[in-house]
T-cell receptor
């Protein structure tokens, strides 16, 4: 069975500091992994996806994600946080040959000025 | 290009009523999925349709049904509404039904049950 865990409900970081939002997954076969961001009263916006063979994936708005197969993790990172990055972040997984996404419970990122 | 559009944006119903939510995918996208997002939780998969056929169904009761039209737009129907059906309903479209194609989401329909 597929599953995704986001262990932190909220992450606080000062503006200009690096940020990390954690995600671990469980899936049979090769994983398809994604990060999305949700702003208030909006749908989910695609940030980036894992590409087989790339342990560091670059996405939109300066975000990147680090894939670690042995730890089954796909952590979202950004070298320098902006106040405008404050939002709800979701990790999602889709197993090979399956049709549905499984989303984590979300992590609220708060960037403090 | 227009993104995924959903209508209506907000809806208020009472228990026992029926509701229909509508979704238009990004032009060229043949796969449409529906999700329910309860406040404070991640989206939960309800249905996926591809080329007008149901490809998958999540763990939702038979009160939930959907269909996809020849132009790839989709409707989600919920009968006999319960208070617990109050949520943000999200539609997402993608080119294909599987693989690493990202899904693109609309802004959702917020359904409130009184």
């Amino acid at each position: 069975a597929q599953s995704v865990a986001q262990p932190e409900d909220q992450v606080n970081v000062a503006e200009g500091n690096p940020l990390t939002v954690k995600c671990t997954y469980s899936v049979s076969g090769n994983p398809y992994l994604f990060w999305y961001v949700q702003y208030p009263n909006r749908g989910l916006q695609f940030l980036l996806k894992y590409i087989t063979g790339d342990n560091l994936v670059k996405g939109s708005y300066g975000f990147e994600a680090e894939f670690n197969k042995s730890q089954t993790s796909f952590h979202l990172k950004k070298p320098s946080a902006l106040v405008s990055d404050s939002a709800l972040y979701f990790c999602a997984v889709r197993g090979t040959g399956t049709y549905k996404y499984i989303f984590g419970t979300g992590t609220r990122l708060k960037v403090l000025a | 290009d227009a993104g995924v559009t959903q209508s209506p944006t907000h809806l208020i119903k009472t228990r026992g009523q029926q509701v229909t939510l509508r979704c238009s995918p990004i032009s060229g996208h043949k796969s449409v999925s529906w999700y329910q997002q309860v406040l404070g939780q991640g989206p939960q998969f309800i249905f996926q349709y591809y080329e007008k056929e149901e490809r998958g169904r999540g763990n939702f009761p038979d009160r939930f049904s959907a269909r996809q039209f020849p132009n790839y737009s989709s409707e989600l129907n919920v009968n006999a509404l319960l208070l617990g059906d109050s949520a943000l309903y999200l539609c997402a479209s993608s080119l294909l039904s599987e693989g690493n194609q990202p899904q693109h989401f609309g802004d959702g329909t917020r359904l409130s049950i009184l």
